[in-house]
């Protein structure tokens, strides 16, 4: 026996409501985060959508069933939108907005043919394909935070699968023209689904949102806000661990600096700081470790020295850094700097004891007149 559709239809457009207005006000508190109004703003037209098509057991109109899925069919094109936004990649807002339109037309044409069951087909088919690519955004995104993702993927796929379920049916049934609302087992089905799946979604974006807002303050606290580098508490909680044997330690300080701050300003001043961390990160590979230590004082850590020499690596900074020229309001801004190399020995060693040596690598290389690299002797391993 059919489930009452009106009660099914009527929680799917109360769980899409608080879902709605849970989205919107989240976006009120982050404006930046516009994927929350994509999603919230496409919520929206589902209810619009629903309630429209809800009151169609009281009496069937062709009109009112394709008003329904013209408003659920943008519904689902916003939320595909927000799914492509939290996915912090390029909108392509007029092919989405034309693939809607598209859509909708199609259904469109159908019901101006008189053809609504042909039209619901269509509405279904559209309706899941959208779904569809909502739940590939997610999956292709799910080395974010797999599980989160994966469920979302899972959630919305079953919902598109449940749309093409009741286009077969109508297709099976060969109901090309409707004088009533479509009474099945996958109508049911449908609307189960959706129940589950819109309160599922929601629970998982949310859960996702936050995940992602933990992240970024996380990182925030992590990161030199200036150089996009590690702070100093960030490298010494990565360096908790002994260093493996070979691996180095280079302590950057850059040549009177103070000077460009007296002289061309703190906006000088930080534009070099920015350009040597840009420097410094072209140097890097997947293992290393940079941050900023304070003020002009930098470390870089090389885990893998295979095929390479700490102090060719230091080396080359150097040069290219004293090549580099940073035009500020006031003038060309330049300096040299000085490193200090250090290895950790053959049993490896704590990163504070490396770091001790590379520092006063550093002082010696201040010591010795600046612009220079200081590194321990090349020894041989019989």
Not at 225 to 241: E, I, P, S
Not at 281 to 307: M, P
Not at 324 to 343: C, K, M, N, Q
Request: with cysteine; hydrophobic share 50%; net charge neutral.
């Amino acid at each position: 026996m059919p489930l009452d559709q009106l009660s099914l239809l009527t929680a799917i457009a109360l769980s899409s409501a608080a879902l709605t207005i849970t989205l919107f006000v989240g976006w009120l508190g982050a404006r930046h985060d516009t994927y929350l109004l994509s999603w919230s703003s496409g919520l929206l037209l589902v209810v619009g959508g629903v309630v429209l098509y809800g009151m169609l057991a009281e009496g069937y109109n062709a009109t009112q069933n394709f008003a329904s899925f013209a408003l659920m069919l943008a519904g689902f094109a916003c939320i595909y939108a927000g799914a492509i936004q939290f996915r912090a990649r390029p909108l392509p807002m007029a092919a989405i907005a034309i693939m809607g339109l598209g859509l909708i037309g199609l259904t469109g044409v159908a019901f101006l043919a008189g053809l609504s069951g042909l039209g619901t087909i269509f509405a279904n088919l559209s309706m899941a394909l959208l779904m569809a690519l909502s739940a590939y955004e997610y999956w292709s995104g799910r080395s974010e935070s797999r599980v989160p993702m994966v469920s979302n993927a899972a959630l919305y796929a079953i919902s598109a699968v449940s749309f093409v379920l009741c286009a077969a049916v109508l297709v099976f049934e060969q109901r090309w023209t409707l004088t009533a609302q479509p009474r099945n087992w996958a109508e049911d089905i449908n609307s189960i689904v959706l129940i589950v799946g819109i309160t599922g979604i929601g629970a998982v974006s949310l859960t996702l949102n936050q995940s992602r807002w933990a992240r970024h303050h996380r990182r925030e606290a992590m990161t030199d806000a200036l150089t996009g580098l590690l702070n100093r508490r960030a490298l010494f909680g990565a360096m908790d661990v002994s260093l493996a044997p070979g691996a180095a330690v280079i302590m950057f300080d850059l040549d009177h600096f103070k000077s460009i701050n007296d002289h061309l300003g703190h906006a000088a001043g930080d534009a070099v700081l920015a350009g040597f961390a840009a420097l410094v990160r072209s140097e890097l590979r997947r293992d290393d470790v940079a941050a900023r230590l304070g003020g002009e004082e930098f470390c870089v850590v090389l885990r893998d020295l295979t095929k390479r020499s700490a102090a060719g690596v230091a080396e080359r900074i150097r040069a290219s850094f004293e090549a580099t020229r940073f035009p500020t309001d006031r003038g060309i801004a330049e300096t040299t700097l000085s490193a200090g190399v250090a290895i950790s020995g053959v049993d490896g060693e704590p990163f504070e004891v490396v770091l001790k040596r590379a520092d006063d690598a550093l002082y010696a290389a201040k010591s010795a007149g600046r612009n220079r690299v200081h590194a321990p002797a090349p020894r041989l391993v019989a």
